[in-house]
Nanobody
Framework: QVHLVESGGGLVQTGASLRLSCSLSGQTVENYNVGWFRQTSGTEREFVAAIGWNTYYADSAEGRFTISRDNGKNTVYLQMNNLEPDDTAVYYC????????????????????WGQGTQVTVSS
């Protein structure tokens, strides 16, 4: 069973950058698919970015965030630049063991395993 641990969150000012990490363990994950989501209190989990054969981004993340992975470290990263107060949320990574069906990477329901989340707070 795959286990995910997020790290790298924190409190930053508007315009700053953060790099979130999602460390995967439990099996060989060279061909894994991972998504990043975020959630604020009282809202549904929102898609941010995903990586499979390609990379996929929400409109809010396009041009500011970059998702990447290091197979040797079994880790997926989310580089977030030019952060805004609206980016404040708990960020979760999620693992999907099978390839994405086109367009489904935005749905939390297609992922098999989730991490515990890491808080990102952007002050104005």
């Amino acid at each position: 069973q795959v286990h995910l641990v997020e790290s790298g969150g924190g409190l930053v000012q508007t315009g700053a950058s953060l790099r979130l990490s999602c460390s995967l363990s439990g099996q060989t994950v060279e061909n894994y698919n991972v998504g990043w989501f975020r959630q604020t209190s009282g809202t549904e989990r929102e898609f941010v970015a995903a990586i499979g054969w390609n990379t996929y981004y929400a409109d809010s993340a396009e041009g500011r965030f970059t998702i990447s992975r290091d197979n040797g470290k079994n880790t997926v990263y989310l580089q977030m630049n030019n952060l805004e107060p609206d980016d404040t949320a708990v960020y979760y990574c999620a693992y999907k063991g099978r390839p994405f069906i086109v367009g489904t990477w935005t749905s939390p329901r297609v992922y098999d395993t989730w991490g515990q989340g890491t808080q990102v707070t952007v002050s104005s």
